[in-house]
């Protein structure tokens, strides 16, 4: 049962657009809601996060926006810039508890 | 801040030898350090949570006398995997869960190790 949903496999936006990474959830208990940035072969880099008491955070360029009754989170990047390109996962957490990662999504920016 | 080491970044060993992987928190004490696995092109996979001073929690399916935790101190934890197979090759991930400075429970993972057991 995958509670943490990313249906887009992958997705290629021209440099200076806006990127955005959706992220679906079927667990109404998740109160905490991140984005990881990952490169191959190394460790996801933690890039914001997000309680379920918000609907938006800002950090930058990048902006977490969640929608509970719909259940959906997406990440804004504005603009994009090449070294954007990676694999991005959402992660949610219940009560601090352990994190549960949907499938990534694979962003390539285009100069 | 919130950086995690991991030791070794790759490793290859034979059939039936143990592999140890240390984790390490560098700049922050962490009470809770958890232990992934990623194979090719999938998402991350909770295998254990490993809190200081205490048994390991490991997840359904997860063999814990073939995966070995040990948390000893608030900034070590490792991971040693005993009669390696060659199904056993992964990228092992761990992370650490800052709550000094980080907005809570933030996780901060480590570069990975690739184990390659031939």
């Known amino acids: 049962d995958q509670q943490v949903k990313q249906n887009s496999p992958s997705l290629s936006v021209q440099e200076g657009r806006i990127s955005i990474l959706n992220c679906d959830y079927t667990n109404s208990m998740f109160d905490y809601f991140l984005w990881y940035k990952k490169y191959p072969a190394e460790g996801p880099t933690f890039l914001i996060s997000?309680?379920?008491?918000?609907d938006k955070n800002e950090d930058g360029r990048f902006t977490v926006f969640l929608n509970k009754s719909a259940k959906h989170l997406s990440l804004h990047i504005v603009p994009s810039q090449p070294g954007d390109s990676a694999v991005y996962f959402c992660?949610?957490?219940?009560?601090?508890?352990?994190?549960?990662f949907g499938a990534g999504t694979i962003l390539r920016v285009k100069s | 801040g919130a950086v995690v080491s991991q030791h070794p970044s790759r490793v290859i060993c034979k059939s039936g030898t143990s592999v140890k992987i240390e984790c390490r928190s560098l700049d922050f004490q962490a009470t809770t350090m958890f232990w992934y696995r990623q194979f090719p092109k999938q998402s991350l996979m909770l295998m254990a949570t490993s809190n200081e001073g205490s048994k390991a929690t490991y997840e359904q399916g997860v063999e814990k006398d073939k995966f070995l935790i040990n948390h000893a101190s608030l900034t070590l934890s490792t991971l040693t995997v005993t009669s390696a197979h060659p199904e056993d090759s992964s990228f092992y991930i761990c992370?650490?869960?800052?709550?000094?400075?980080?907005?809570?429970?933030?996780?901060?993972f480590g570069p990975g190790t690739r184990l390659t057991v031939l």
């Open positions: 997000i309680s379920s008491i918000k």
């Open positions: 992370s650490a869960r800052d709550f000094t400075g980080g907005p809570g429970d933030t996780q901060y």
């Open positions: 992660a949610a957490s219940v009560r601090r508890n352990k994190l549960v």
